[in-house]
């Protein structure tokens, strides 16, 4: 999949962006050279293979450190609270926004 100058120009307003005529073909040939990488690595056939969940699970034994599930931080509510301008019921109150 080769992207043209135009989809990097497409790109950069979507992202409000403003690129020189130098920086979009640049930006081309970098956005090409990574599609060229995904390609390639779809390419692979990885049939049988188990997904890691660390890379070094693939070189050594990992077991997981999980830490126990407790509570280590006091309640902070109030002092988050303290400077909001709007608040009921330990709620932060917004404008609404949206219709």
Known sequence: MALT???VSRIAQLARLDLREDERAAMLDQLNGFFDIVEKMRA???TGVE???????????VTLRLREDVVTESDQREANMANAP???AGLFLVPK???
């Open 44 to 46: 692979v056939d990885t």
């Open 51 to 61: 997904p890691l969940y660390t890379p070094l699970s693939a070189i050594e034994d």
């Open 86 to 88: 709007a608040r009921e």
């Open 97 to 99: 926004v949206i219709e």
């Open 5 to 7: 100058s135009s989809d």
